[in-house]
């Protein structure tokens, strides 16, 4: 399908085996990284970490700003070089709400455990050439918000502003292609979460991202074109703001780009086709009736249609009721566990 009106790209999906029409394999990270993790996860005594901030109980070490006060649902660790922070992409605020240009994706979790978690360098250090989001970065995700959700750039793979477009609810985001959550601005609404003291994001290059304010209250001045600046301390940092670039406006520091795209970052697995637009939906509603069930509603026309589904590790069963009242169902198995070999991964583009 080339419909202009496609979905940015999401880089990273990783489709069913009769969905695949190409196939690439690509190479994610150090080997060995990933086992480091697993190794990490594995012990419950936390004794066999590696890296500069010990485990010392059997909680998960979560001493990175900002991640504190989601500790329930978000995991931090360390391997010394990289923050491994395990989520299931899921924010605990409703979604949807408010989109006017919707794709039909909804949310669902995702399996970014294990060799599958956000990566964010625990050194982050300036780039000699750092790469603007406005030509570049338009596939996969750019930075990690402090409750798991990751955050694509605000320019959509057409070059739009997500934003502009209706593709956003009234949080700054959205589902995408592989029904998975993510911002396309920064999520300024954590600001009240974990305070001005504490980022609300990180960019994938390891650089904190803050509020609208400075950590101490005072006001922002002098960022550049990548919405960042040194703090007087002479550590580099970024702003969220209400315009464009929103979030960091591209990555400062040291990263690896393959494919327009930050890596290594987490495959996301679509488990159906992508979805068309529905032109002249508005998303009116979003619940979650019990664990794992969700229904989305929309207007459209005067009339109202939903989507209700319920997702397992393993499987999503959707029931569709159109505005006309026509229902259908339609059931879908989801891959379980990532396989593959630690410190690599097998994705491929769609
Ligand atoms: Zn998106
Ligand atoms: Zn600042």
């Known amino acids: 399908m080339s419909d202009p009106r496609e979905h940015h790209e999401h880089g990273y999906i990783r489709l069913p085996a009769h969905m695949v029409t190409r196939r690439r394999l690509l190479r994610a990270g150090a080997a060995g990284l990933g086992a480091v993790l697993l190794g990490a996860c594995s012990d419950s005594s936390g004794n066999r970490s590696t890296g500069t901030a010990e485990q010392t109980s059997g909680a998960p070490l979560t001493t990175l700003s900002g991640f504190e006060e989601f500790a329930d649902t978000v995991k931090v660790v360390t391997d010394g070089e990289f923050w491994l922070v395990e989520s299931n992409g899921l924010p605990t605020h409703d979604m949807m709400v408010g989109i006017t240009s919707w794709q ?70 959205h589902a995408g292609r592989g029904d998975d959550y993510h911002y396309h601005i920064a999520p300024l609404h954590l600001q009240d979460s974990v305070g001005r003291k504490h980022p609300i994001a990180y960019a994938l290059d390891g650089y904190p991202l803050y509020g609208e304010t400075e950590p101490d209250g005072s006001t922002v001045t002098g960022l550049d074109e990548f919405n960042g600046h040194e703090s007087p301390g002479g550590t580099y940092h970024y702003h969220g703001t209400r315009t464009y670039p929103y979030i960091n406006g591209g990555l400062r520091g040291v990263v690896s780009v393959v494919d327009d795209q930050v890596d290594p970052q987490p495959v996301t697995t679509a488990f159906r086709p992508a979805r068309t637009p529905l032109a002249g939906a508005t998303v009116t509603g979003f619940t979650s009736p019990e664990p794992g069930s969700y229904r989305l509603e929309y207007s459209l026309g005067g009339a109202t249609g939903e989507v209700a589904y319920t997702v397992t590790s393993s499987s999503v069963r959707f029931t569709f009721t159109d505005p006309q009242g026509t229902v259908t169902t339609e059931t879908y198995a989801r891959e379980g566990t990532r396989t593959g070999t630690p410190g690599s991964s097998t994705a491929v583009e769609s």
Do not use: C, H, M
Request: net charge negative; charged share 15%.
């Open 104 to 173: 039909q994706q909804v949310p669902v979790s995702q399996p970014y455990t294990g060799t599958n978690a956000w990566r964010i360098p625990s050194a982050p250090a300036p780039a000699d050439e750092p790469v603007s989001g406005r030509t570049a970065l338009y596939r996969g995700a750019i930075a990690l918000a402090v409750n798991g959700v990751p955050i694509f750039n605000a320019l959509n793979n057409r070059g739009d502003d997500a934003y502009l477009a209706g593709e956003l609810d009234k949080w700054g985001g």
